[in-house]
């Protein structure tokens, strides 16, 4: 009987701790907002560039901190996944990179565009996606974004245009998609990314010219994470000032490791091109943490220490949480609760992600046109035939 009672008391008190912390946290006074110095962007061919202070209310912080969690949690949870064999192919993961996503994400409006390359699930989330539908489609599965058919590199949403495998092609389908932007005459804008490894590609020289010539709203961002593949940016590029190689576009560097000064950058380069001026170009210097995709270690052609060194200095999740902690906008005991939560939404997505049925064969033909009456698709062999519905 003594054992019993001890055992139902042990029970009631973990069950009063949560409740007990959270109103601890709630009963705190917390400041509204705080004012932060950030890093001035280096700038080419501009007068003047974003500020150099801003300021950062306590939800706004909040939402990025769980945000960039999510990302972080998501993708090592991809990692697990791909060593798992759950997830197959090519499978590129932005672990590092989180302040460039949310940053981005939160200096432009939900009706603005975005396209970019293949280390796209950090903006597939940023852009409203949920992680479920995030992994399932790595895990090809039904319920994946793009119902398992897309897998890693070719997931889309509204606004959201990939994920794209072709290296340096997505750059002229922004230039399009800012042009359709201008034809239609909405205030809207496309952010166009790509990687270091794709600055040197002769099809982005030609989509600055056209949307230089033609001023269209187009805010070039190339993502400087110094490895393109394996390959060093130094031993790659004859400039490695990527912010100046649109020549005749104005450019600024930017610290991309910073999600307010990634912020703060893209309110700017936004405005500039709203106001009629034409595009502007913008370099993120990141850094990734895992290799170029999943079939690369990342550590032979760069130290395992200069990695730690990154992780331990420059880590985007930790320069929000101590700027937050210091200036009384949040509690380490809160952003821990934040941190629980998101490990439990990561693990609820992986197991949906795990036990989605596939899709089925015969939905092999579905979607080849967006508008169109079904029809019939011919398979290995003439014999073979699929039905295509739209």
């Known amino acids: ?158 606004n959201f245009y990939g994920g794209n495998g072709i290296v340096g092609a997505q750059v002229p389908l922004g230039a399009g998609i800012a042009l359709a932007c201008k034809y239609n005459g909405k205030d809207e804008v496309c952010l166009t990314l790509y990687g270091d490894g794709a600055a040197n590609q002769g099809q982005i020289f030609e989509a600055y010219n056209m949307a230089a010539l033609w001023k269209l709203p187009c805010i070039f961002i190339c993502e400087n994470n110094r490895y393109g593949m394996g390959t060093s940016v130094e031993r790659a590029a004859a400039s490695t000032d990527y912010y100046k190689r649109g020549d005749f576009i104005p450019g600024l560097r930017v610290d991309g490791m910073d999600i307010l000064c990634v912020r703060e950058a893209t309110k700017f380069a936004a405005a500039y091109c709203r106001s009629g001026k034409g595009p502007i170009l913008m370099e993120l210097q990141t850094y990734r943490y895992h290799g170029h995709s999943m079939s690369d270690p990342g550590v032979s052609y760069r130290t395992r220490e200069e990695i730690q060194e990154v992780r331990s200095k420059s880590d985007p999740i930790m320069l929000l949480k101590d700027r937050m902690v210091n200036s009384n906008l949040a509690s380490v005991e809160e952003l821990k609760e934040i941190d629980v939560e998101v490990r439990k939404e990561i693990e609820d997505a992986a197991q949906f992600a795990t036990a989605d049925p ?33």
Not at 78 to 91: H, N, P, S, V
Not at 99 to 104: E, M, S, T
Not at 119 to 146: N, Q, Y
């Open 1 to 158: 009987m003594r054992k019993m009672l001890a055992a139902v008391s042990r029970v009631l008190s973990g069950a009063s701790q949560k409740p007990a912390s959270r109103v601890l946290v709630a009963s705190r006074n917390f400041a509204n907002d705080a004012t932060f110095e950030i890093k001035k962007c280096d700038l080419h061919r501009l007068e003047e560039g974003p500020p150099v202070t801003t300021v950062l209310t306590r939800e706004d912080g909040l939402k990025y901190y769980r945000m960039m969690q999510t990302v972080r949690r998501m993708e090592l949870k991809a990692d697990q996944l791909y060593k798992q064999k759950i997830i197959r192919g090519f499978c590129h993961l932005c672990d590092g990179q989180e302040a460039c996503c949310v940053g981005l994400e939160a200096g432009i409006n939900p009706t603005d565009h975005l396209i970019t390359a293949y280390r796209a699930h950090g903006f597939t989330f940023t852009r409203g996606l949920s992680v479920r539908e995030i992994l399932a489609e790595l895990t090809g599965r039904k319920g994946g974004c793009a119902k398992g058919k897309g897998g890693s590199m070719h997931m889309y949403a509204k």
């Open 358 to 390: 596939e899709p089925p064969l015969e939905e092999l033909g579905y979607h080849i046109y967006s508008s169109d009456p079904p029809f019939e698709v011919r398979g290995a062999n003439q014999w073979i035939k699929f039905k295509s519905v739209s």
